[in-house]
């Protein structure tokens, strides 16, 4: 499973590729949404995307692969695994990005940045100044599916480019149309949109 059609044909078989109405993260409104856990439950499907991750960038020689709570850390656990380096994660504190547990970053570290799903970019960005705060390199930024245009300065590495447009709520054409909207990311909402 290297290239984005086979991706992205085993995330619609795994319905992690919903079609509806829903509210985002950021809190605008998508008639698309990416639900990514469909993908990071199953080590099966994780192992053969982060190697794909990991081939892009092991000429690179990357010392360290650092993602972002919570969702990050699997799929930089098992990119770390198919590099041979540890995986560590970036989390907030008191709403700051930071390194906890001791995790260990310096000079030395090339530091390869991986996210699930790049959105806005807001999360990864936050890792690549963590990264560089601590004096190490950030080589580049893999990710299974970029849904915007985000740049981040260093060599990007996506799997699957799927641009998906969204709407503030009040100019979102679902919600002037009256159709019901569903909160896939929210802690609360536990059934699978339609
Ligand atoms: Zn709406």
Same mark, same amino acid.
Do not use: C, W, Y
């Given at each position: 499973?290297?290239?984005?059609?086979? /991706? +992205?044909?085993?995330?619609?078989? &795994?319905?992690?590729?919903?079609? =509806? @109405?829903?509210?985002? !993260? !950021? $809190?605008? @409104?998508?008639?698309?949404? #990416? +639900?990514k856990f469909r993908i990071l439950e199953d080590p099966t499907i994780v192992e053969p995307v982060a190697r794909a991750i990991a081939d892009a960038f092991r000429a690179e020689r990357p010392t360290?692969?650092?993602?972002?709570?919570? =969702?990050? /850390?699997?799929?930089g656990y098992e990119t770390a695994r198919a590099l041979g380096v540890k995986a560590i994660f970036v989390e907030k504190e008191d709403g %700051?990005?930071?390194? &906890?547990?001791?995790?260990?970053? =310096?000079?030395?570290?090339?530091?390869? %940045? #991986?996210?699930?799903v790049v959105t806005t970019g807001a999360s990864v960005r936050e890792v690549i100044g963590v990264v560089r705060d601590a004096g190490a390199v950030p %080589? $580049? *930024?893999?990710? /299974? #599916?970029?849904? $915007?245009?985000?740049?981040? =300065?260093? &060599?990007? @590495? *996506?799997?699957?480019d799927m641009? %998906?447009?969204s709407w503030l709520a009040d100019e979102c054409p679902q919600c002037r149309a009256g159709e019901p909207i569903a909160d896939p990311g929210s802690r609360r909402a536990r059934a699978t949109p339609a």
């Open positions: 499973m290297s290239t984005a059609l086979e /991706i +992205q044909a085993e995330l619609e078989r &795994r319905g992690a590729l919903l079609e =509806g @109405h829903f509210k985002l !993260s !950021s $809190g605008r @409104h998508s008639n698309r949404f #990416v +639900q360290v692969v650092v993602s972002a709570a919570v =969702g990050g /850390i699997v799929l %700051i990005a930071t390194l &906890r547990r001791n995790f260990s970053l =310096g000079a030395a570290d090339r530091a390869l %940045i #991986v996210e699930d %080589i $580049g *930024v893999g990710a /299974i #599916v970029r849904r $915007g245009d985000a740049d981040f =300065g260093v &060599r990007t @590495h *996506v799997l699957l641009p %998906i447009r």
